[in-house]
């Protein structure tokens, strides 16, 4: 199966495709959406994805948005990372709803704001910075009990989860104050396939 | 079946957890988390829900929390809501996952700032309101294409992004400037067992 993942480096939520992608060994390739030239605007882009987001997947006729449904997907497809039964799947499908609620809206927004906007306004600053450190302390705390999101195996949940942490120095956070999650990072990096966001998506 | 959630009425998380106990005619009472006397806060409440948030469902020895799970859980317990096949599942996940990401992340907690708290810093009261407006227009837009979110028939989508649109006037939003979502915020009243939040779960 030939993949093609509409994306930009500078996205965490593509990323969290593009990473699912390398380490499923699956044959894709990147094909840029140039954000920063607003590209994801374009009427051409919006027949994709009519929310002008990345990640889009394609392989032969099927179309999908939204990380989230592109990992659940790509899971069934390969056989990996997907959990081995319901229950397993519900807890895997709770902490990407976490992830999608909580790391994306504010994490990537706080990042967003502060390495690419610049011009923040402060009490938004304050806001974002103080929901963002709530999520991640939930998130530590998890992984001190467990070496991974669900448990003792790598699932799509670390993966989707992988989104913005790499991007953690951009948001001008700390991942020392939060060694469980620095130590579950480090050990998502020794992965066969893993690659950083800039390293295996074409940047805008 | 008989499940207990735990909830409040002012939860338009909850609500979408109690909105489909409703509609399934599910056997179903409702358990008060008293969240504006920090019960959700507790001992007892974080060792049903780590993240310290409503709902949470119990049936037997199951609990589950984050709405998303609790949906696609009693679509498969009670076989309507969930879509017919793998790529209408998909889609249901997609605007499960957009809700969790935008009217959560964004209307919610703009409501609560209007409506609860009162006090918030006039720029982060702006921020909020862009996000909010710019997510209802993307539903408003879907919804002039199709009578429910993911096309024909009403699915745990449509039930998921009810959560707070009857909360649109505590959140000081104009419901006329998006005529599609009115209607269809209509159409559901009119679905046997439907209910306003503050009708079938107990407030805080």
Known sequence: ?????HCFAQSGNAYKAALMLNLCKADWQPVLVDYFKGEHKTERFLALNETGEVPVLETGSTKLSQSGVILDF???????????????????????????????????????LRFFAKDADKA??????????????I???????????????????DISMSGYVYF???????????????????????????GHPYDIMPKS
Chains 1, 2 share one sequence.
């Open 139 to 157: 998130a530590d705390q998890r992984l001190t009990e467990n070496d991974y999101i669900t448990g003792k195996q790598v699932t799509i949940a």
């Open 1 to 5: 199966m030939n993949y093609r993942l």
């Open 124 to 137: 938004v600053d304050k806001f974002l910075e103080t929901k963002t450190l709530a999520a991640l302390k």
């Open 74 to 112: 790509l899971a069934q497809e390969t056989g990996l990372f997907g959990g081995g039964n319901e229950r397993e799947r519900r807890e895997i499908l709770r902490w990407i709803l976490f992830d999608n609620h909580k790391f994306t809206s504010y994490l990537a927004t706080l990042r967003f």
């Open 168 to 194: 953690l120095d951009e948001a001008r956070i700390d991942i020392a104050k939060f060694p469980a999650l620095g130590r579950w990072r480090e050990r998502m990096q020794q992965l066969p396939g893993w």
